[in-house]
């Protein structure tokens, strides 16, 4: 349920102006909705990944632990891990808008994107963006680094225990139940680390390229 809230959320707050965009030409955004913006995806990213870890969690308890499951995975686990979930990822992206925020911009007012990401709007400033690009990177990549070693120790230890299973089968049935939650992790993490080396790369290739990664990141996640 968190996942479809926090899926519905990050549609809403990007594509209906994307699509406002390519349709009608309604290129203009208010600076408090750009921020706005650049919050609610900044976050909501991030409490995606953090959603993705705690069901990796569930999974493990449910094939590792079958017996204590419902002892484990209580109504009160469930409503702590959503707090954890949304006060964590709220707090630690929160610095983000307002650090671009803060910045002097007499550079021009057009971003080379149809979204308002962190670094498309502070490149706009005249002042110096260096912590604000160094912030967001330790930022994100604690966040969803830390989630997704997390994802992989659940996944070594599930894997571990489906391998001694002798039942005919039970391996099936125990991997069937973590199947969709595997691929839309792969998909998560593979568009995610090829839209940071297109970023990283973006001299070499179109810049139309991360864009367009960043709107099917935004799409594709949702729809499966």
């Known amino acids: 349920s968190l996942l479809s809230l926090l899926d519905i959320m990050l549609c809403l707050t990007v594509i209906p102006k994307v699509l406002a965009i390519f349709w009608f030409d309604l290129r203009s955004i208010s600076f408090p909705a750009c921020f706005l913006q650049m919050f609610i995806m900044n976050s909501f990213l991030t409490m995606e990944s953090c959603t993705f870890m705690v069901m990796a969690y569930d999974r493990y308890v449910a094939i590792c632990h079958p017996l204590r499951y419902p002892s484990i995975i209580t109504d009160k686990f469930v409503a702590r891990a959503v707090v954890f979930v949304i006060a964590r990822n709220a707090f630690v992206s929160l610095p983000v808008p307002m650090l671009s925020a803060r910045l002097r911009y007499c550079a021009g007012n057009a971003i080379k994107n149809c979204i308002c990401t962190n670094l498309s709007v502070s490149r706009l400033s005249c002042d110096d963006i260096t912590f604000n690009q160094l912030y967001q990177f ?4 604690t966040l969803l680094g830390s989630d997704l070693i997390l994802i992989f120790i659940s996944y070594s230890f599930i894997l571990k225990v489906v391998l001694r299973i002798k039942a005919e089968g039970a391996v099936t049935k125990a991997l069937s139940t973590c199947g969709s939650h595997f691929i839309l992790i ?3 993490s593979t568009v995610l680390l090829v839209l940071v080396i297109t970023n990283l790369a ?6 139309d390229i991360p864009i367009l990664l960043n709107i099917l990141h935004h799409l ?3 729809a499966l």
């Open 138 to 141: 330790v930022a994100g990549w």
């Open 186 to 188: 792969l998909f998560f």
């Open 202 to 207: 973006r001299k070499r290739i179109p810049p």
């Open 220 to 222: 594709i996640p949702p």
